[in-house]
């Protein structure tokens, strides 16, 4: 059977390998699994979100509220913006989805960094739009306006702090470059790791409120899977302008978030203390990688998220390496998809972490 020739050039996006799925094709014990390969929280949520969550699980026969009012009412204080300046996606993936949809289009251009989050090249591809892509592997502002110059986009892709990388772009430089963008390039901001930037530099913490206070062709996008520890329950959100949100609403599908994930994600929002001392700990714990890479001379791109990139050496193999962990039941990320001899690994609990170094010491 043909299929939409736009399909064709498309991988099939790899997740960060399932416990499940360690444990039937290694024969490994599942309590003895680690994955620190997909950047969850390892300490989960907020105990007052499983007590929300429990509290309503008798409500499960009713369609969600399509309206979303408690969660984008939370929201909207959290950011001091309007309730039409704000969409909900069933994970912020679902918002990059309808920006796509609803801009991008069949011989349009779409404009990204070299390495960066691979969703953004799929959802592309998919409206037939062309990629064009920075050389560097950090986000080079001069790098991306030359192109912006030479290819007029649709939109252009910033991921800050960068994923599968870790590096940040200081807010300022982001701003100074969405200044000079035509008004009709939409400019998608992805701060998936906006809450560990913040916490670690504030020169790189970018504030929606600001952003499309100054700009019309602006979409933040924020998510509850990274810091908030809730990436099973699949939410995130988009905001902008009102007119850049109505046209996203056109391709959205109702009821896209469930009344339990739209429950979590509100009352996530109540213990903001919860996220807090998880990222203070997620950074304690990154100096101990930092230690580590420095004791083996490995080089190690600097972190404002909650994982590190180790950058091998050419003789170690990324993918090997990160096949003999898997073997050992230890789920970390290869990059060699990405043309980076490098693996990104989660950073975990103290005692995941301890786990880790014990077993890459023999390899690396
Ligand atoms: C994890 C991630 C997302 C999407 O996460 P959702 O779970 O779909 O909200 C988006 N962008 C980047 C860069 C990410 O790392």
């Given amino acids: 059977m043909k299929f939409n020739q736009a399909l064709e050039s498309i991988k099939i ?5 399932p416990i499940e799925l360690v444990v039937r094709e290694y024969g490994i014990d599942k309590d003895s699994i680690v994955k620190l390969a997909s950047n969850e929280n390892p300490f989960g949520c907020s105990p007052k979100v499983k007590e929300a969550v429990r509290a309503i699980i008798d409500n499960m026969s009713l369609y969600p509220d399509d ?14 913006i309007k309730s039409n300046e704000l969409i ?25 960094n070299s390495v960066t989050f691979a969703m953004y090249e799929i959802y592309a591809k998919q409206v037939g ?5 920075t050389a560097s592997r950090e986000h080079k502002m001069e790098e991306f306006y030359a192109l912006y110059q030479e290819h007029k986009p649709t939109i252009v892709f910033l991921c800050t702090p960068n994923n599968p990388t870790g590096d940040g772009l200081l807010a300022q430089e982001m701003v100074d470059f969405i200044a000079k963008v035509d008004s009709d390039t939409l400019v998608i901001v992805d701060g998936a790791y906006m809450e560990y930037a913040r916490f670690k530099n504030p020169d790189y913490a970018i504030e929606p409120k600001e952003l499309i206070e100054k700009f019309d062709n602006v979409l933040f996008l924020g998510t509850f899977s990274k810091a908030y520890g809730l990436g099973g329950m699949r939410v995130g959100y988009g905001i902008a302008q009102s007119s850049i949100i109505e046209a996203l609403y056109k ?16 009352v996530a929002l109540e213990d903001e203390t919860f996220v807090q001392e998880c990222i203070a700990d997620n950074f304690m714990q990154m100096d101990r990688y930092k230690g580590f890479a420095h004791a083996k001379g490995i080089d190690v791109i600097e972190s404002y998220t909650n994982f590190v990139t180790l950058l091998l050496p050419e003789e170690k193999k990324s993918s090997k390496i990160a096949q003999e962990l898997l073997k050992k039941g230890m789920i970390v990320r290869d990059l060699s998809s990405y043309g980076l001899n490098a693996i990104r690994v989660t950073i975990g609990t103290s005692v995941q972490n301890d786990r880790f170094f014990e077993l890459i010491d023999t390899l690396v």
Wanted: charged share 20%; no cysteine; hydrophobic share 45%.
């Fill in 13 to 17: 996006y790899e997740a960060g390998k």
């Fill in 67 to 80: 309206s979303m009012v408690k969660l984008k009412s939370a929201l909207s204080n959290k950011y001091g």
């Fill in 88 to 112: 909900i996606g069933a994970g912020s993936d679902q918002v990059i989805e309808f920006a796509i949809h609803a801009k991008a289009h069949h011989g349009g251009k779409v404009l990204m």
């Fill in 129 to 133: 739009a062309e990629i064009i892509r």
């Fill in 251 to 266: 391709v959205r599908p109702p009821f896209n978030i469930t009344t339990l994930s739209l429950e979590a994600a509100s």
